[in-house]
């Protein structure tokens, strides 16, 4: 009795960038059985591109920060009923901080639209600062899948960062070197579009940018509310108007006691990465209950 051999076989076609997967028997024969997978966009360029931008990049980022950052006040402040809590003290870091110290926030993530969204709370002038304006990490395979895509990201001072490449990738290195230079970054360390709004672990990159920070920068948590509501995370994917969102800026947090005690210590770069981004974690938390109660005292408030 003969026994057919054959093995799997995957080829790239070159014009669409697209694998075939196909099955190849003994003769030499393959038969496509079917289209596997597109490949990813080439990201490659993006990093090196924005550590030496040219004066037209400077030009084109300048009015695309801006005029997001316009519209995104527009619909939070004009077509929802958006609350805001603490905002002075987003203002304060922003405003008053001094030039060599970094900032980052963190935030829940529960709708594509909270990057840009939660700037809509800012003042009309720090929009207008797109110089001054966030670094923003965003998920490569959904804001970079295609050259056109890619250059209003980017143009946007976001950073492409893949997920399941862990805390050394080109997009943490580029936000370390960001905050050395006393710039903004934000962060959801949660990851992803947490649509079931569970509290999930951290992701450390957050952890590590804050260890690895030539000088420890400010950090101010932030819990907004209602973010989904405005934009869902099904179909039909549009804004909506007329939504309650609630947005809470935490209490700074300056954890350079936290980092001086680690490097006195010895502590491994595992070890520091894991202790800063579960202070993180747990301020977050914190924010997260007092943000929901102080919206649901306020709703029991307006139905009476």
Same mark, same amino acid.
């Given at each position: 009795?003969?026994?057919? %051999?054959?093995?799997?076989?995957?080829?790239?076609?070159?014009?669409?960038?697209?694998?075939?997967?196909?099955?190849?028997?003994?003769?030499?024969?393959?038969?496509?059985?079917?289209?596997?997978? #597109?490949?990813?966009?080439?990201?490659?360029?993006?990093?090196?591109?924005?550590?030496?931008?040219?004066?037209? &990049?400077?030009?084109?980022?300048?009015?695309?920060?801006?005029?997001? !950052?316009? $519209?995104? #006040?527009?619909?939070?402040? $004009?077509?929802?009923?958006?609350?805001?809590?603490?905002?002075?003290? +987003?203002? @304060?870091?922003?405003?008053?901080?001094?030039?060599?110290?970094?900032?980052?926030?963190?935030?829940?993530?529960?709708? *594509?639209?909270?990057?840009?969204?939660? &700037?809509?709370?800012?003042? &009309?002038?720090?929009?207008?600062?797109?110089?001054?304006?966030?670094?923003?990490?965003?998920?490569?395979?959904? *804001?970079?899948?295609?050259?056109?895509?890619?250059?209003?990201?980017?143009? !946007? #001072? *976001?950073?492409? %960062?893949?997920? !399941?490449?862990? %805390? $050394?990738?080109?997009?943490?290195?580029? *936000?370390?070197?960001?905050?050395?230079?006393?710039?903004?970054?934000?962060? $959801?360390?949660?990851?992803?579009?947490?649509?079931?709004?569970?509290?999930?672990?951290?992701? &450390?990159? +957050?952890?590590?940018?804050?260890?690895?920070?030539?000088?420890?920068?400010?950090?101010?948590?932030?819990?907004?509310?209602?973010?989904?509501?405005?934009?869902?995370?099904?179909?039909? /994917? /549009?804004?909506?108007?007329? @939504?309650?969102?609630?947005?809470? /800026?935490?209490?700074?947090?300056?954890?350079?006691?936290?980092? #001086?005690?680690?490097?006195?210590?010895?502590?491994?770069? %595992?070890?520091?990465?894991?202790?800063?981004?579960?202070?993180?974690?747990?301020?977050?938390?914190?924010?997260?209950?007092?943000?929901?109660?102080?919206?649901?005292?306020?709703?029991?408030?307006?139905?009476?």
């Amino acid at each position: 009795m003969s026994e057919k %051999v054959s093995s799997s076989v995957h080829i790239i076609h070159p014009s669409t960038n697209t694998v075939m997967s196909g099955v190849n028997d003994l003769s030499g024969n393959m038969s496509v059985k079917s289209v596997a997978m #597109k490949m990813g966009y080439d990201i490659k360029w993006i990093v090196p591109t924005l550590r030496q931008p040219t004066r037209l &990049w400077h030009f084109a980022s300048s009015i695309t920060v801006s005029m997001v !950052g316009l $519209f995104s #006040k527009i619909i939070i402040k $004009f077509f929802n009923n958006a609350k805001v809590h603490n905002r002075h003290v +987003i203002l @304060k870091a922003l405003n008053e901080r001094p030039k060599n110290v970094p900032l980052i926030t963190v935030s829940n993530h529960h709708s *594509c639209f909270d990057d840009p969204g939660i &700037w809509g709370t800012l003042n &009309w002038s720090n929009l207008l600062r797109p110089s001054k304006m966030r670094w923003s990490l965003a998920a490569h395979d959904i *804001c970079f899948t295609q050259s056109m895509h890619a250059t209003f990201f980017t143009w !946007g #001072k *976001c950073v492409p %960062v893949i997920r !399941g490449d862990g %805390v $050394f990738q080109p997009a943490i290195d580029f *936000c370390i070197e960001q905050l050395g230079k006393g710039d903004w970054i934000h962060v $959801f360390p949660e990851g992803k579009v947490n649509m079931t709004k569970e509290n999930i672990r951290l992701k &450390w990159g +957050i952890g590590r940018m804050i260890f690895e920070s030539p000088v420890t920068p400010i950090i101010v948590p932030i819990w907004h509310i209602g973010m989904d509501d405005m934009l869902p995370n099904t179909p039909p /994917y /549009y804004l909506r108007i007329g @939504k309650q969102i609630t947005f809470n /800026y935490g209490k700074p947090l300056d954890l350079s006691p936290v980092v #001086k005690k680690l490097r006195a210590r010895n502590a491994t770069d %595992v070890e520091a990465r894991k202790e800063i981004t579960d202070i993180i974690q747990l301020e977050l938390l914190k924010l997260k209950e007092e943000t929901e109660v102080t919206d649901d005292e306020e709703a029991d408030v307006s139905e009476r």
